[in-house]
């Protein structure tokens, strides 16, 4: 698997997983919307990109949220 560094320093895996260009449908498959092709989270393509949220990995700008009530778990 191939890696790579934010401007952070975070280590970063090259896949679907943190790609600008995934897309999760309403069944919760995973899929490329260049590609439109329904993927695996390890599968990575040319085009791959580092999502906003991986690119920001590490600035401690950020909080952590519960994912059903959006309340601050960390700061």
Not at 19 to 42: F, P, W
């Amino acid at each position: 698997m191939v890696k790579t560094r934010n401007i952070y320093g975070i280590v970063i895996k090259c896949c679907c997983a943190s790609c600008e260009h995934k897309a999760i449908d309403y069944e919760g498959v995973r899929t490329c919307k260049l590609m439109g092709l329904k993927v695996q989270s390890k599968f990575k393509c040319s085009k791959w990109q580092i999502s906003c949220g991986m690119s920001k990995a590490g600035s401690g700008q950020g909080v952590v949220r519960h994912i059903l009530t959006k309340e601050v778990v960390l700061e």
